[in-house]
């Protein structure tokens, strides 16, 4: 079994554990999950997996008569929008 925690590296059978091979799936989490693997009485290292999110500066947004001008000093990022409300598809 692998146990993991978001919490503490101090990982016991008493944390949420997986079978080896399963997929766990994370949503909007970043932060720090600490890992161990428990097999016939031993415990490996724990692992430490660190998740960072970039920092992104908020775009500004400028009109001038019937154009409207959205710009991004964020380097690599790249503006989804729509103009009628419905959500942005990447």
Known sequence: MIYYSSTSSTL???DISVSNGD???FEDFYGT???RAYYNGN???VSRL????PVVNT???????STVTIKST?????ICY???GSEPVV
Do not use: M, Q, R
Not at 59 to 65: H, L
């Open 82 to 84: 729509t103009a009628d």
């Open 59 to 65: 775009p500004t947004v400028t009109a001038s008569g």
């Open 50 to 53: 660190i998740l960072k999110i």
């Open 23 to 25: 997929t766990v799936l």
């Open 12 to 14: 016991t059978t008493d």
């Open 43 to 45: 415990w490996s290292n």
């Open 74 to 78: 964020t380097p690599s990022s790249f």
């Open 33 to 35: 999950l600490y890992s």
